[in-house]
């Protein structure tokens, strides 16, 4: 720590992950097997990290952007003992943490805790961390991986992508995702530097910008935020030093490959994959610029190392070439299963019926497998859906929707929006006598529920269209209308040239009629990636740049005009730590924290040389939290 600035060099971080690790091992017992990490992404969630798993525990990252419900749920789920956070969240884990819940503040671990190795013993099959996806019983739920399934995935990762101690990798998102977790360990296994950037909390603007100046190799996200992020920038505007691009969490197309065919050099791969959260990549498709595909959707590709997938119909029997079935994967390094959920884990893991360690997980995604084994992945086949890359079950939006006394019932269904993306649409009958207004509804939503499972649009019916059955007959639920919806506040006009025109780029981007001034964008349907839209078009025809954190606070158009005005400057937040070397091959003993070890005791290069400037593998936060690279 130098004037308030992080800074970690590799055995910086092994002595800080050593001192947590003590830190941890001091609070716990033998048999305490979780710990929590509140933290955004930066050094001390990289930290926290790598001292969870050397004190042979398992680690489920937190967001803290997410609703405090939300949160006390996972770790009373999850049966942390400890909750690992920082000065910045120290008082909101100090309120959600139960009794017999510890709350260890990274900040103030003492400086003479022990900074030697732990080395305590880890097998391969034990438990690393737990990743919550949404769940259909209306709470998410948590899928628990072992060491061995991520070395295996981080092993063929850079196999695939040729990692190399040369590469810096960005993390855009929150580490409770599984995307964050391979390229964190991507990097750290391989010698590469890693970036982490809050796209949630720093939006897309600044991201060019980013890219170019840190001179990142490999981007892996999600395939909305990367359409978000080329429709913001110039068409002339280039990557020079990306050198692999990895779309995953949903399909792409050949509109989507022309996108990265203009913004990204000859040199660089685009690699399509396809992996649940509970199997990790099972596909992927290598795309380069001569690619001449169809505008229709873009293959997943071709088989993942030990990872077999197979087409099944609803008898369990494989499907013949070019028929429809649903996507199974059959493999030694599945997830070990549903955290706390056996019936659940032994539903969806079956064992392989030929025998031996291989078990068999049901995606409930349907596809297609052409002659030389190219898979094309169809959707879905029950009621989960993706939304801006992220697995979401209705049923937990829809009893959500049930908890609201203005709700008598509603249905939840995912349809494409102005722009062709998939945006949820709430169906809601209204309770007698009760009143549903839709920022209320969003409000109250919010409490429980991360932004990104908040329906965009609110249907009101007097009924729901039914089967001769009776059940819902969900073709037959109407389009959304294109009409304000129903607000609190009334309609009030623009009242001056500046409101006038705002109001105009949002009927544009909202696909809304009418917008009052006093309406509020994320009520109208907006979402963060709108948003970078958004203030891309006010950059353009109002001259003025805007950070996504005032569209935070000023999210209705009189607000937002009223910070336009002001001209309110952009900040910029970033941190890179630095790692090395993930082998071909795994023996039966590795595990993340063994070779994790192994990469901190070997020798490093002193800087990482990305074509002829050099660059020392260091992390660095200012006070106000701009970044920079030393």
Known sequence: MVNGEDRLSYGELNRAANQIAHALLARLRPEDTTVALLLRPGTSIVSAIVGALKAGKIYVA???????????????????????????????????????????????????????????PALGEAGAFLLYTSGSTGNPKGVLHSH??????????????????????????????????????????NGGAVFPYD???????????????????????????????????????????????????????????????????????????MGPTETFSIRRCFIGHDWTGAD???????????KEVMLLDEARKRVGSGEVGEIVVRS???????????????????????????????????????????????????????????????????????RVDSIKAAVVHAQPDGRGEQRLVAYVIAAPGKTAVVSE????????????????????????????????????LPNPPVERPMLRQPYVPPRHPLEWQIVRIWRELLGVPR????????????????????????????????????????STVSELAIAVQREEPLGMDLVAPCARAVPSRLSSSSTVTTMAAASIRAPWPKACRRSSRSMPCTLIRSPSGACQTR
């Open 62 to 120: 937190l967001d803290p952007s997410y609703p405090e419900a939300r949160i006390a749920y996972m770790l009373s789920d999850s049966q942390a003992k400890v909750v690992v956070t920082d000065t910045e969240h120290i008082g909101l884990a100090r309120q959600l943490a139960t009794e017999g819940q510890d709350v260890l503040d990274v900040a103030a671990i003492d400086g003479g805790t022990i900074v030697a190795n732990p080395d305590l």
């Open 441 to 476: 509804l969003r409000q109250e939503l919010g409490r429980t529920l991360p932004d990104v499972m908040v329906p965009s649009t609110f249907v009101f019916l007097e009924e729901f269209p039914l089967l001769p059955n009776g059940k819902l007959n969900r073709r037959a």
């Open 199 to 273: 796209v949630a909390a720093q939006g897309l603007m600044p991201l060019p910008d980013w890219i170019q100046k840190h001179e990142i190799t490999m981007i892996h996200t999600l395939a909305t935020t990367f359409r978000g992020l080329v429709d913001v920038v110039p068409d002339n505007l280039t990557f020079p030093s990306v050198r692999v691009l990895r779309l995953g969490g949903e399909g792409i197309t050949g509109d989507d490959v022309r996108k990265f065919k203009r913004h990204f050099p000859a040199s660089c791969v685009l690699m399509h994959v």
């Open 296 to 306: 229709g959707r873009v293959p997943v590709g071709y088989p993942v190392a030990d």
């Open 515 to 554: 917008v009052g001034v006093f309406d509020d964008f994320f009520d109208l349907g907006g979402h963060s990636l709108l948003a970078a839209h958004l203030l891309r078009r006010l950059e353009d025809e109002v001259g003025c740049r805007l950070p996504l954190t005032v569209l935070l606070s000023a």
């Open 148 to 189: 061995r399934n991520v070395l295996v995935e981080v092993r063929n990762y850079t196999v695939d992508a040729h990692i190399s101690p040369a590469d810096r990798l960005s993390v855009w998102h929150s580490f409770s995702f599984a995307n964050s977790v391979r390229n964190l360990y991507g990097a750290l296994l």
């Open 332 to 402: 030694k390094y599945l997830a070990v299963g549903y955290w706390r959920q056996p019936e659940l884990t032994r539903a969806s893991f079956v064992p392989d019926p030929d025998g031996g360690e291989a078990r068999l997980y049901f995606t409930g995604d349907l596809g297609t497998m052409r002659s030389d084994g190219c898979l094309t992945h169809l959707g879905r086949k029950d009621f989960q859906v993706k939304i801006r890359g992220h697995r979401i079950e209705t049923g937990e939006i829809e009893a959500a929707l049930a």
